[in-house]
């Protein structure tokens, strides 16, 4: 009788000898090969851009909790956006248990326009807007949100933020000087800021916060829960918290402690 031995795993054939991977001093363990090596990556390359993809149930969230795990213990910042709720249960064992924080995300405030501490609060004018219009799908509409600004932050004090119900209010109010067109550019970016109020009006309502200057003054493991949102909101939130970073990084050249997020 024949019978066949099959393996399950088809790039068996392609691993390197038992023995032949170095591992790199600072490095992380990303996955363990058949052969008993491991596959390695560089700590300082997490903190710059890494995409994670896969199929639904692939394992993308246990791949990425697997390389967060070994960074627990170490000065680092890890901040997690979950909208699966599944991580508070995995991140209460091993070496996470003692560091990590679990945040709603009505919890986590954030004052648009407010200054990052170090940064001239007009540096960050032009990225906040743009992403505001280019999440929602306006990003035509940014140029009359810009010139509203320009006459309204020079009268606001200079280490605050606006709440966006009130950004809201006084680009609704905002007499128009041109035709057709011009409407066109106020209503979508009315639309833009009505649709953020709408689903995370208790995040952008405040005048200040200083919310994202303590998160990434801390190392640990931060888990911010999202709840069920439209994708252009859950974007334009996130994308937020990591322009602070970005713009820490990009001012200040060397933060400490670094941060993943």
Same mark, same amino acid.
């Given at each position: ?49 890494? @995409? ?18 070994? /960074? ?32 709603? @995300? ?32 306006? /990003? ?17 004090? #200079?280490?605050?933020?606006?709440? #966006? ?69 859950? #974007? ?10 970005? @713009? ?12 993943? #997020?």
């Amino acid at each position: 009788r024949l019978e066949l031995q099959l393996n399950p795993d088809p790039f068996v054939g392609a691993y390197p000898p038992a023995g032949a991977i170095v591992r790199d001093v600072d490095a992380i363990n990303l996955i363990d090969l058949p052969t008993g090596d491991g596959i390695w990556l560089k700590k300082e390359l997490l903190f710059a851009n890494i @995409m994670v993809s896969g199929a639904t149930r692939s394992g993308k969230s246990t791949f990425i909790l697997r390389f967060i795990e070994q /960074l627990a213990g170490e000065e680092v910042i890890v901040i997690y956006f979950d909208r699966k709720k599944e991580a508070r249960r995995a991140l209460r064992y091993g070496r996470f248990k003692g560091r990590t924080r679990v945040l709603p @995300m009505e919890d986590c405030p954030i004052a648009l326009y407010e200054p990052i501490p170090g940064i001239d609060r007009a540096k960050i004018v032009a990225p906040t807007t743009e992403l505001i219009a280019a999440s929602m799908g306006r /990003l035509y509409s940014q140029r009359l949100l810009h010139e509203l600004l320009d006459v309204t932050l020079p009268l606001i004090a #200079v280490h605050l933020g606006v709440p #966006v119900s009130f950004l809201h209010e006084l680009l609704r109010l905002m007499p128009l000087r041109g035709g057709f067109r011009q409407a066109d550019l106020k209503e979508s970016m009315l639309l833009a800021l009505r649709h953020l109020n709408t689903h995370l009006g208790k995040v952008f309502n405040c005048w200040r916060s200083n919310f994202l200057e303590k998160l990434f003054s801390t190392p640990g493991v931060y888990i911010i829960e999202v709840p069920m949102l439209p994708t252009d909101v859950y #974007v334009a939130y996130v994308t937020l918290v990591r322009q602070w970073i970005h @713009m820490k990084r990009l001012y200040f050249r060397d933060p400490n402690p670094l941060s993943v #997020v």
